[in-house]
């Protein structure tokens, strides 16, 4: 069955370039991006890796770690990295996972028969620091990532998890936020002394307080 949101991500140990991974203990309680790709030395799986290599900053200041998968073994990971920062100006700095035996790609589904029966679709997983998945995405294997939206998605989750609001739709870091609908509007005046705008008594739209 398909991990759905909510569910607890699988454990498991498996080799990467950056040695043997316990999942879960290397997770810590650290956010994880969880993505896999279809094949080394492709041309859209090297633009990706170089791009979450230089935006490593970008999850380490929202307490993210991120972790790549393909189907192929260390020794193809390995050989692959010189081509990414060749081409990508970034090398690789977070752990690539070998998964050879499919053991990883199967527990999370990444390997869609219908699509290709024998690599990993590019599936994407946001696990939070209690190891429940908060998003899935799954991309077709001619289509690259959008990494901002990652990130976009990301954010939504760490404010709506600390604050009674939703994020509405293109929503970005600063704009104006929903206050969600089981929240009366006597609880709102409490946690939201500044005010809100009222479109409709279920759109209520709010300019959060740093």
Excluded at 41 to 64: H, I, Q, Y
Aim: charged residues 25%; negative net charge.
């Amino acid at each position: 069955m398909a991990l759905q949101l909510g569910d607890i991500a699988p454990d498991f140990t498996q080799d990467s370039t950056d040695g043997t991974i316990n999942f879960h203990e290397w997770a810590g309680d650290n956010w994880v991006i969880l993505f896999s790709h279809p094949k080394d030395f492709t041309p859209v799986c090297t633009t990706e890796l170089g791009e979450v290599s230089r935006l490593k900053p970008e999850f380490e200041k929202r307490n993210a770690k991120a972790m790549g998968l393909s189907v192929d073994p260390l020794d193809d990971h390995k050989a692959w990295e010189g081509d990414i920062k060749e081409t990508q100006g970034h090398g690789l700095n977070f752990p690539l996972l070998a998964d050879a035996d499919r053991k990883v790609s199967s527990l999370y589904g990444m390997i869609h028969p219908n699509a290709n029966d024998t690599l990993t679709v590019r599936s994407v997983f946001i696990i939070d620091p209690s190891k429940k998945v908060r998003l899935t995405l799954t991309y077709p294997a001619s289509t690259g990532r959008n990494f901002s939206e990652i990130l976009r998605v990301l954010d939504s989750l760490q404010l709506t998890d600390s604050q009674k609001v939703a994020t509405p739709v293109n929503w970005t870091e600063g704009d104006d936020c929903i206050i969600v609908p089981s929240v009366d509007n006597e609880k709102a005046k409490e946690l939201f002394p500044q005010g809100w705008d009222e479109k409709k008594p279920y759109l209520r739209m709010v300019k959060l307080q740093k």
